[in-house]
């Protein structure tokens, strides 16, 4: 193994132990941190395929450990469907191999998230539209990942919008993130950008994440999580622009 193999794996090994105390403090935000730090320094489906196996290990775990599933995945299965459809239908933009492109992709689904949740009022959706809205928002947020490896827009703002219980919100998040890492392995693999040895090498993340959770709620009990939320908002806004600006010049 060679000196960059070293330090990519070191880097990837930081990252996601940094995604993970994200994920710990706030219970969201772990694909989001590593395509925004691994897509800046590799490309972004390179960083895609490094963030399904953790991605995917980390979301059962939260989906799991909720009092609600069967109810959730009742009201949001058009909402996964959507996802589903979505997130197949677009991944060839993830591979297409035009870089400068996805890369600026990428920094404006960050930002947009990003500035969107530290500015937009909290407001709640009629369960008499879910009905239409769910698979609606399921293929945007498909859509958008598919094309940059973020699933957090528009799915995350909708979901919370819709009167969830703090634990069942957990819960309902773990579910959408579950299903949006698993239709972009698949969307990834139909396009053969994802096979054997990268989930190997994408498996090794686990560990520095999970670890990373758990110290991630230790720091919830000693810092505000809603002032921690804010400052990761920031600098994931500033990654995207930075992001944006270096694929256009």
Not at 11 to 33: D, R, S
Not at 35 to 46: C, D, F, I, R, T
Not at 109 to 114: E, H
Not at 132 to 149: C, D, F, K, M
Request: aromatic share 8%.
């Amino acid at each position: 193994m060679n000196d960059a193999s070293i330090s990519l794996l070191l880097v990837a090994g930081a990252t996601f132990f940094v995604a993970g105390i994200v994920k710990g403090v706030t219970g969201m935000g772990l694909p989001t941190v590593a395509m925004g730090v691994l897509g800046g320094l590799l490309s972004p489906l390179a960083a895609a395929s490094l963030l399904i196996v953790p991605s995917f290990v980390t979301n059962v775990w939260q989906l799991v450990s909720g009092p609600s599933l069967v109810g959730i995945v009742r009201r949001l299965w058009t909402m996964m469907a959507g996802v589903l459809v979505g997130t197949l239908g677009s991944t060839s933009m993830l591979t297409g191999g035009n870089t400068s492109l996805t890369t600026a992709l990428l920094g404006l689904a960050l930002a947009v998230y990003a500035v969107y949740t530290l500015l937009a009022k909290p407001y709640h959706v009629n369960q008499a539209h879910e009905g239409w809205l769910s698979p609606v928002i399921g293929l945007a947020t498909g859509l958008i990942a598919g094309a940059t490896g973020v699933f957090v827009i528009p799915a995350v703002p909708y979901v919370q919008a819709l009167g969830f219980e703090k634990d069942d919100l957990v819960q309902a998040l773990g579910l959408s993130f579950t299903v949006s890492t698993v239709a972009l392995a698949a969307g990834l693999s139909l396009q053969g950008a994802f096979q054997l040895d990268g989930a190997a090498l994408s498996s090794l993340a686990v560990v520095p994440a999970l670890i990373g959770m758990w110290a991630g709620q230790h720091v919830r009990k000693a810092v505000s999580p809603a002032m921690f939320k804010r400052c990761f908002l920031i600098a994931l806004a500033l990654l995207g622009a930075e992001m944006m600006l270096r694929a256009v010049w």
